[in-house]
């Protein structure tokens, strides 16, 4: 358990739990600020706040869907954003843009809020914050889902782990053979150690993993409320009142696992879907799982053949606001149990209070 008393670090805690001790203090110590200025002087750089879903869980024990995924209630959300409001400057891809092609510059403690896949809670719940707030962010989506009302691919093995009948979950493909016990927490750790494990591997065998999964557990991919894609109408009305799209693919594959002509067809075709059904031409990508392995230069190169003027990966990280990696932009994860103390932490010096990425695109505890 993590002491709440400011300024006393118990040694026995863990790496993890002392950092956010470590946070909480310099919160609520008021030294934060100081800090920004500080690391603003010796390092200005440009973040890009990375989230996924928005949503208000009454009861996580019952949620049968993948909870990494989830970066923050929306009462985390409305914080979050008042805090970059009062201590950052909110800027645009476009706005990057334009200063790597000679516009002006940004400013210091420039700032970017992104979400991926494209879920309906972005709509829902995250799109009336900030435009309560007067704030833009981009919404990176994968073009197959818009409309479909589907779940993802992977957040429909994370359910089917869930709710199966099985007793075992059994991949002779990723050397798996687990028992599966009734309880809700456990399947749920069960199916993130295989969605781990599955992303090693290359697209076909993924695809055929999932696939064989939801006949023997006859469970074939459904539409359900607690998961659904956001549709072409949502986009537009978002597009609308200042908010922009990118891609995140056509179908949410790991870009660097597809041969040459199913890598063009992912990144080519999601443009041509945005350009042909948005009113403003996507400018920006982001690599689906986004690791070190989810992209390599044959993905940027072909990003840039496609039309974008650059792309995000899921690497934790700042850029450089004089030459930043225009095609490997680094973010900042965003997770729900990041309270406003943490997150005011991060935001101030990522390299102490952020994660360090593994390679499938999850975070590791400990610092950037």
């Known amino acids: 358990m993590i002491s709440t008393t400011v300024g006393v670090i118990d040694p026995t805690q863990s790496k993890e739990a002392k950092r956010i001790q470590l946070a909480r203090w310099c919160y609520r110590a008021g030294i934060l600020p100081s800090l920004q200025a500080l690391r603003r002087w010796l390092r200005p750089n440009l973040r890009i706040l990375a989230y996924h879903r928005v949503l208000d869980i009454a009861d996580f024990s019952t949620f049968q869907f993948d909870l990494d995924v989830v970066s923050a209630s929306p009462r985390q959300f409305r914080e979050q954003l008042m805090f970059v409001q009062r201590r950052f400057k909110p800027v645009s891809f476009r706005a990057l843009f334009d200063a790597l092609d000679g516009g002006p510059p940004l400013p210091a403690d420039a700032i970017m809020i992104t979400f991926d896949d494209g879920y309906d809670d972005n709509y829902r719940v995250a799109f009336p914050i900030l435009r309560e707030l007067g704030l833009s962010a981009m919404f990176f989506v994968s073009t197959g889902q818009i409309d479909s009302g589907m779940p993802f691919a992977y957040d429909w093995l994370v359910h089917m782990v869930c709710v199966t009948d099985a007793d075992r979950v059994t991949v002779p493909e990723l050397a798996i053979d687990w028992p599966l016990p009734r309880e809700l927490l456990q399947r749920r750790r069960i199916a993130g150690a295989l969605l781990d494990a599955l992303k090693r591997v290359d697209d076909v065998k993924q695809q055929a993993v999932i696939n064989r999964l939801q006949r ?25 009142h200042g908010m922009e799209i990118g891609s995140h693919g056509v179908q949410h594959r790991m870009l660097a696992k597809l041969s040459t002509d199913e890598l063009v067809r992912e990144i080519a075709g999601s443009k041509t879907a945005l350009d042909t059904h948005l009113d403003a031409p996507a400018e920006a990508i982001s690599y689906p799982v986004g690791g070190f392995d989810a992209y390599d230069q044959q993905v940027m190169d072909i ?12 690497i934790a990280g700042t850029n450089s606001l004089s030459s930043p990696s225009r095609y490997a932009l680094s973010r900042l994860p965003v997770e729900r149990e990041m309270e406003i103390d943490w997150f005011s932490a991060l935001t101030t010096l990522p390299e102490v209070f952020g994660y360090a990425s593994l390679s499938n695109g999850g975070q590791r505890k400990g610092p950037v």
């Open 216 to 240: 023997e557990w006859n469970m074939p991919v459904a539409q359900h409320p607690d998961c659904r894609p956001m549709n072409w109408d949502q986009l537009r009305e978002m597009q609308a």
């Open 303 to 314: 990003a840039k053949e496609a039309g974008f003027k650059g792309a995000c990966n899921y």
